[in-house]
């Protein structure tokens, strides 16, 4: 189990790094640098929502983990599928800054993008919750049933809502940044979403 949380802490750590070097100085800025800085909203807002929703994930991942006696070949997979939407965050996060400063109809295929990667991880965070959980496979005796029913509930509930973003996201780019940044507020909150860690 070390060896699954170290390798998954290490994918959490690069991408959330890798965020901030989406960020650029300003470039010989026509109206002068506090006006090219302010330009950069969209970049900055891209790198809240998603250095949250990272970190927010990576608690609940924590927690999750936190609750499993064993792990078994099929959980490494949907664990490594998780992975692989953390790990190419970055990208979408970058695209998303760019084309918001651009506006048009390339802005809200960025942010289509951008959703289907929440969705993305989204949808794989609940499957690899719902692999554990089912039928007790995994977890050990720290939840009682209806806690396991209660937090399946919770994680299933973002599904629908992530495909809301990715239809918002037609519409208006910044609608649907702002309806990302709610749902990582649900999924951190006790009474929403957040994975309750184990009591020593």
Known sequence: MSRIEAFSDGVFAIAITLLV???HVPEDPGNGLGQALLDQW?????????????????VNHHAVFDHLQRADRPLLFINLLLLLFVAVLPF??????????????????AAVVYSGTMTGMGLAFGALWTYASRH??????????????????????GAPIYLLSMLVALVSAPACLALNALLAVYYAL???????????
């Open 21 to 23: 070097l989406e960020i």
């Open 42 to 58: 969209p970049a900055y807002a891209s790198y809240i929502v998603s250095f949250f929703v990272i970190g927010i994930i990576w």
């Open 92 to 109: 979408p996060t970058n695209l998303l800054a760019t084309y918001m400063q651009e506006g048009g109809a390339d802005e809200r295929v």
């Open 136 to 157: 007790g496979r995994l977890l050990g005796e720290t939840l009682s049933p209806p806690e396991v029913q209660r937090l399946t509930r919770r994680f299933t509930v």
């Open 190 to 200: 006790p009474s929403g979403g957040a994975m309750p860690h184990r009591i020593a």
